[in-house]
């Protein structure tokens, strides 16, 4: 087995493993662990295929931002009292198992059952001054809609999170009175 | 370690994998047996990892009943379809980035995604001092 090889059995087992234990663990702290480990594994399937820009890309965003954020949420969404219920509900365990089951079945039938047309490889070349150029030239429009869409999302954000006491000049709710209702 | 490997490391979650397993090894003999350059590993393998993401993310979603840990199972599915389109821009016969932007673009929506789902969570929590998606029931809280 080459080091090519034995880069991506790693990262696959790595991501898949990530992802079953985030399945499996009872805990939602161990939970976003395992989801590190799984997001890692994806950045290393990345670089493996030669996208070396996503995979830091995945790095940054997925890891350095979104991860940070689940634990957050984790942190303020726990109250010290109520124990944390993040384990596998046993009503929904059925019909989730027969969904991913049923998806996963589906999938690897129409990845085994389609002829992809693949050609032999010449090896990857950088692809980040492509990808600038792209997005200056081609995906211009896409690039600015998503930077709007970052800003909306942003401020909504920090909209929707305020606290109880901070909305109390919330012009507008159902008895016409201020505030009180949120 | 040939494609059967794989198969029989997936082979656990299939019901009927019999058929599918010799697809899939008729196919990876025929449709990228010319591979060389990959090193044995072809644009099957992505697909099958990403389709087992999917298939643990979509469980994810529908067993947990913590709002975070729904949001964790969406963020393996979107890994998992990104995944796809990196692969298919590797292999595709024109040498063509578009897969790749495609999944910038899905990574930077997932964290506009994650940052406004989380807002939405918090605000539950304030409202209704739980985050399980079965207890938040009123929609006007």
């Known amino acids: 087995m080459t080091f090519f090889e034995l880069a991506f059995w790693v990262s696959a087992l790595v991501a898949i493993g990530g992802g079953a234990m985030v399945l499996l663990t009872p805990s939602i702290v161990h939970m976003a662990f395992w989801l590190l480990g799984s997001l890692a594994g994806f950045a290393g399937l990345y670089l493996h295929l030669g996208a070396d820009f996503i995979g830091f890309t995945q790095i940054l965003v997925y890891i350095g931002g979104i991860l940070i954020l689940f634990l957050f949420g984790v942190m303020l969404t726990n109250r010290s009292d109520v124990p944390v219920r993040g384990a596998v509900s046993w009503r929904f365990l059925v019909p989730g198992s027969i969904a991913g089951v049923a998806s996963l079945g589906f999938l690897v039938w129409l990845v085994a059952a389609t002829p992809w047309a693949t050609h032999a490889l010449s090896p990857p070349e950088p692809p980040t001054p492509g990808i600038g150029f792209d997005l200056m030239s081609r995906y211009i429009l896409p690039f600015e809609a998503v930077s709007v869409l970052l800003l909306v999302a942003m401020i909504g954000a920090t909209y929707v999170a305020r606290s109880r006491e901070e909305r109390s000049d919330e012009p507008f709710d159902d008895k016409g009175e201020k505030g009180e209702s949120l | ?141």
């Open chain 2, 1 to 141: 370690m040939s494609v059967l490997g794989l198969c029989e490391g997936v082979m656990p979650f299939l019901a009927s994998s019999a058929d599918a397993a010799s697809a899939i090894a008729a196919s990876a003999t025929g449709a990228l047996g010319a591979e060389s350059a990959g090193g044995g590993i072809g644009l099957l393998h992505y697909l099958l990892v990403s389709a087992v993401s999917f298939g643990l993310g979509l469980m994810i979603v529908i067993t947990r009943r913590n709002a975070i840990a729904v949001l964790m199972g969406i963020e393996l599915m979107i890994n998992g379809a990104g995944l796809n389109f990196v692969a298919f821009a590797r292999f595709s016969a024109t040498s063509s980035l578009d897969g790749q932007i495609v999944t910038l673009f899905a990574i930077v929506i997932a964290a506009a995604e994650a940052a406004l789902a989380l807002a939405i969570v918090l605000n539950v929590f304030n409202n209704l001092d739980t985050v399980q998606v079965d207890d938040a029931r009123r929609l006007y809280g």
